[in-house]
């Protein structure tokens, strides 16, 4: 399961101000850091017939295009290997039959990045239930599709039930307080997609 957080601070517009003022609102979300290339260390292995299952050929390490640290695994496109985290492994005991260049691929799982549209959000605080604040976009780093759940999560959820997602979408939540009573004050979010 992959799960991605994004705490989302609202501002509200007050509801006092004719005409409406709009607040800005800094949405803090994770960057939509992607792997970029793997490096495997040693990058090339000589292995005697007699290694057996388990045995550990390489350890690898995933550069990310915004220089955090990868959290993610790796997998192999041949089965003679496995990994566990960052490090290949016989799957199974070597033979005389697998004498040869053995030249295996091995890739970081995709990222899951989430977005918003408008990105920088502002809503009136006498807006209705059921108003939409911005849309959450979600995408795997390897253009597969997103087939998971949004959700909230910790550490602001919902801000007291204020807020709902319908679908795709971030909105005031129709069954919720409304925002009527906080006008001009920053309220936060945390949204969790999970696959």
Same mark, same amino acid.
Do not use: E
């Given at each position: 399961?992959?799960r =991605?957080?994004?705490?989302i601070?609202?501002? =509200?517009?007050?509801?006092?101000?004719?005409?409406?003022?709009n607040?800005?609102?800094?949405?803090?979300? +994770?960057?939509?850091?992607?792997?970029?290339?793997?490096?495997?260390s040693?990058?090339?292995? @000589?292995?005697?017939d007699?290694?057996?299952?388990?045995?550990? =050929?390489?350890?690898?390490s995933?550069?990310?295009? /915004?220089g955090?640290?990868y959290?993610?695994? &790796? @997998?192999s496109?041949?089965?003679?290997?496995?990994?566990?985290?960052?490090? &290949?492994r016989? $799957?199974?005991?070597?033979?005389?039959?697998?004498?040869?260049?053995?030249?295996?691929?091995?890739?970081? #799982?995709?990222?899951?990045?989430?977005?918003?549209?408008?990105?920088n +959000?502002?809503? $009136?605080?006498? $807006? +209705?239930?059921?108003?939409?604040?911005?849309a959450?976009g979600?995408?795997?780093? /390897?253009?597969?599709?997103?087939?998971?759940?949004?959700a909230?999560?910790?550490?602001?959820? /919902?801000?007291?039930g204020?807020?709902?997602?319908?679908? @795709?979408?971030?909105?005031?939540?129709?069954?919720?307080?409304?925002?009527?009573?906080?006008?001009?004050? #920053? #309220?936060?979010?945390?949204?969790?997609?999970?696959?």
């Amino acid at each position: 399961m992959k799960r =991605l957080l994004a705490l989302i601070p609202l501002a =509200l517009i007050g509801a006092t101000t004719s005409p409406p003022v709009n607040v800005p609102i800094t949405i803090v979300a +994770p960057g939509c850091s992607i792997p970029i290339s793997i490096t495997l260390s040693p990058s090339f292995v @000589s292995a005697p017939d007699s290694d057996t299952s388990g045995t550990l =050929l390489s350890t690898a390490s995933v550069t990310m295009s /915004d220089g955090t640290p990868y959290a993610g695994t &790796i @997998s192999s496109s041949n089965a003679l290997f496995t990994t566990s985290g960052m490090q &290949i492994r016989l $799957a199974r005991d070597l033979t005389p039959a697998d004498d040869g260049t053995v030249s295996p691929v091995i890739t970081p #799982q995709p990222a899951l990045c989430i977005s918003f549209n408008p990105p920088n +959000p502002s809503v $009136a605080a006498s $807006a +209705p239930g059921g108003t939409v604040v911005t849309a959450i976009g979600t995408a795997w780093s /390897d253009g597969s599709t997103f087939s998971g759940t949004l959700a909230f999560g910790s550490p602001h959820s /919902d801000d007291g039930g204020v807020f709902a997602i319908s679908g @795709s979408n971030l909105i005031i939540n129709p069954s919720g307080p409304g925002l009527s009573g906080d006008a001009g004050i #920053q #309220q936060n979010v945390t949204i969790t997609a999970t696959q």
